[in-house]
C-alpha cells in the first residue's frame, strides 16, 4: 500500500485553492507596500548551512550526495570505522535547506552591493 513519507502530506485541489487564494491576497497587500520576492535554491553548500542551526539543526539536515563515484577520494580508514559524521564532507558538499533564513542572509551577504 502506497504511503506518504513521515511528516509530509498531500493538498487536494479544493485546499490548494483556498491556500492560493490566502498566498494572493496576502502578496497584494505586500506588493502594495513594496514587497519584492526573491527565491533561493533548494539546494546550498553544506559550509553554507552547517554550524548555524546547532548541532542538532546540523542533523536534521538533508545531504545530496555528489555526483559520480563519490566514494573514490574517501579515507579507507574512515569507510572501515563507519564514520558517517567524519565522511560527510567528503561524500557531500550540498544539503537540502532548512529554513530560510541562512539562504536568506547568505543571499544579502552575496548581493550586498545591489539592495537598496
Do not use: C, W
Given at each position: ?73 574517501v579515507d579507507e ?40
Amino acid at each position: 500500500k502506497p504511503t506518504l513519507p513521515k511528516g509530509t502530506r498531500d493538498f487536494a485541489p479544493a485546499v490548494m485553492a483556498t491556500r492560493q487564494y490566502i498566498l494572493s491576497t496576502i502578496k497584494q497587500v505586500f506588493q502594495k507596500y513594496g514587497f519584492l520576492q526573491l527565491e533561493t535554491p533548494a539546494m546550498e553548500n553544506l559550509s553554507t548551512l552547517t554550524g548555524k542551526y546547532g548541532e542538532e539543526g546540523d542533523q536534521l539536515l538533508f545531504k545530496v550526495l555528489n555526483s559520480g563515484d563519490y566514494l573514490k577520494d574517501v579515507d579507507e580508514e574512515k569507510l572501515k570505522a563507519r564514520d558517517s559524521k567524519g565522511i560527510t564532507f567528503d561524500i557531500s558538499e550540498k544539503g537540502l535547506k532548512y529554513d530560510l533564513t541562512v539562504p536568506f542572509a547568505r543571499y544579502v551577504v552575496m548581493n550586498r552591493h545591489e539592495i537598496t
